[in-house]
């Protein structure tokens, strides 16, 4: 045995928090409106609105979605993924990512005319819409494989003079937004499906800096002593 541990003498660098790239609201704007009639605009709609990762959308089924509850909602059950050349459908990453999302009125509508769209699709190739049917579809009427949603973003980028962010960048970019609307950090740790604020402070603390701005203003509105 040695008298002592030699990690124990190590020093370990740094942790360095690299900020999150995220887009702004022009450029969702953009994105929104450069998607609009093709079937990218939907999935790409539905990341902006609820934060999800790539494999919790496309591993969304109808029977996970509740259009018709008081408050409409989606559950995030499981997740598909591309994993040595095969896809896999694996459960969320950690308990808390298994989670309902709300609905806003306008993304209940955006469903339902997605709906409607995906039911014509798979009616064109003869098949009949089930709840255990994937919601995301390509206009071919087949759910896209994980990677390959991936390549058409980028290429949806490029052809349209976007600048290149990773597909996860729009939930940065749903996290961002948020925080900048005032909406609380727990609702916003719920919805990303992290089990603690400490992840979203963490991550997305830049965004702060503009509240914190706003917070010292206010404090000179209300005290007011000019």
Not at 23 to 42: H, M, T, W
Not at 102 to 125: G, T
Request: contains cysteine; aromatic residues 8%.
């Amino acid at each position: 045995l040695i008298p002592d541990n030699p990690c124990s003498h190590v020093n370990l660098p740094p942790l360095v928090h690299h900020e999150v790239e995220a887009f702004d609201e022009d450029d969702v704007r953009k994105i929104l409106l450069c998607a609009k009639g093709s079937d990218l605009y939907f999935p790409i709609y539905l990341l902006i609105h609820t934060g999800m990762r790539r494999g919790e959308l496309l591993g969304l089924k109808w029977e996970n979605v509740h259009l018709e509850e008081e408050h409409p909602y989606i559950d995030i059950v499981q997740t598909r993924l591309s994993a040595c050349g095969k896809e896999v459908i694996d459960t969320p990453k950690t308990e808390s990512s298994k989670r309902k999302i709300y609905l806003s009125s306008q993304a209940k509508k955006e469903f339902q005319r997605y709906r409607i769209w995906a039911k014509e699709v798979l009616l064109r190739y003869g098949k009949i819409q089930s709840l255990s049917d994937f919601v995301i579809i390509r206009e071919d009427g087949r759910p896209d494989e994980p990677n390959n949603f991936t390549r058409r973003w980028n290429k949806f980028l490029e052809q349209n003079g976007i600048r290149q962010l990773k597909l996860h960048g729009l939930r940065h970019t749903c996290a961002t937004m948020l925080l900048k609307n005032n909406v609380d950090i727990k609702t916003i740790s719920n919805r990303l499906g992290h089990s603690d604020t400490s992840m979203v402070l963490n991550v997305y603390g830049h965004s702060l800096d503009s509240m914190s701005q706003a917070a010292a203003d206010t404090m000179d509105r209300i005290m007011n002593i000019s």
